[in-house]
């Protein structure tokens, strides 16, 4: 198994442009996360999905869309890239949610640096 | 929103010495979780612990859950060099997610 994939691994965007981050999954895992990660803050919840067709935000939500047409992927689309959306992102995925207290698979992650 | 606190943020120590972190919630947690992030690397999931004053081990890794269900600690007997990254601790969230702690960045001098 590949765990869980994120493409790509490193992006630089200009502002305003839009991009999608990919993230797969080979687990049949449920629940799959976006997190964003910046110095000094720890890893912060964007959106979450529990399933094929159902999104719901998180912690941190504003400027982030998501969609989950299928149970391997769920990818993550900036609209228009801000330089305050300079960060690492992480897709995690589990078998239940984490009020389940289910382990959570984390990707590799991608750098993304907006100018 | 719940908060998680973790100290201390960085930790120096020589090899061969202990090292601990501690984690606090506003609120009692139904479980709480640890990872550890390598430089560089993506957080890969430690332990779970669920029951007010559990106790965990692994090998060198002592992980308590208080008795009020509202902190826990992480202590490392003897670091070695492989023991290096940035320990978080994370409670389920507001949302159907996790929230973490700030980490706990160890740095380990030879």
């Known amino acids: 198994n590949a765990g869980v994939t994120q493409t790509p691994k490193f992006q630089v965007l200009k502002t305003g442009q839009s991009m999608t981050l990919q993230c797969a999954q080979d687990?049949?895992?449920?629940?799959m996360s976006w997190y964003r990660q910046d110095p000094g803050m720890g890893l912060r919840l964007i959106h979450y999905?529990?399933?094929?067709?159902?999104?719901d935000q998180g912690e941190v939500p504003n400027g982030y869309n998501v969609s989950r047409s299928t149970t391997e992927d769920f990818p993550l689309r900036l609209l228009s890239a801000a330089p305050s959306q300079t960060s690492v992102y992480f897709c995690?995925?589990?078998?239940?949610?984490?009020?389940?207290?289910?382990?959570?698979?984390f990707g590799p992650g991608t750098r993304l640096t907006v100018l | 929103g719940q908060q998680v606190m973790q100290i201390p943020q960085y930790q120096h120590v020589q090899e061969g010495e202990d090292f601990t972190t501690y984690c606090n919630s506003s609120?009692?947690?139904?479980?709480i979780q640890w990872y550890k992030q390598r430089p560089g690397g993506h957080p890969v999931f430690l332990i779970q612990?669920?029951?007010?004053?559990e106790v965990k081990k692994q090998k060198r890794l002592t992980f308590q859950f208080g008795e009020a269900k509202k902190n826990s600690s992480l202590h490392i007997t003897a670091t070695q060099t492989t023991d290096v990254g940035t320990y978080f601790c994370?409670?389920?969230?507001?949302?159907?997610?996790?929230?973490f702690g700030k980490g706990t960045h160890l740095i380990i001098q030879p």
């Open positions: 995690a995925s589990s078998y239940g949610g984490t009020r389940l207290g289910d382990t959570q698979y």
């Open positions: 687990m049949n895992h449920e629940y």
């Open positions: 999905s529990v399933g094929a067709g159902i999104t």
């Open positions: 609120t009692t947690l139904s479980n």
């Open positions: 612990l669920v029951k007010s004053g």
């Open positions: 994370a409670g389920p969230g507001g949302a159907d997610g996790l929230t």
